[in-house]
């Protein structure tokens, strides 16, 4: 589509998963605390509004909308059904209502 992006992050770490005490909460700077999927998302919408701002004269104020959509994906028939959705969405374009083709 051309107002959105899709992908898949595949994320190995070992460390990831439930134990069986919480940490204690620690105070942070604002924003996802780091290596968790919000500053990964963050990361990689402030790097391609660097790249932006590198090559337009005019660079839009804002691109990104405030938040994102996330899935788990847990086994091997949801992860084709993503894939196939991803490949197949771009055929959405034409009708999609934010679309003027210039």
Do not use: C
């Amino acid at each position: 589509m051309p107002n959105h992006v899709h992908g898949i992050l595949t994320i190995s770490n070992d460390t990831v998963g439930a134990t069986h005490e919480s940490p204690l909460l620690q105070r942070q700077a604002k924003g996802p605390p780091p290596g968790s999927l919000g500053a990964t998302i963050e990361s990689f919408k402030s790097s391609v509004m660097r790249k932006i701002h590198q090559s337009w004269i005019s660079s839009p104020e804002k691109i990104w909308q405030r938040n994102y959509y996330e899935h788990i994906i847990r086994d091997e028939e949801d992860y084709q059904n993503k894939v196939e959705y991803i490949l197949t969405n771009p055929i959405n374009w034409e009708i999609d209502k934010e679309y003027s083709p210039s």
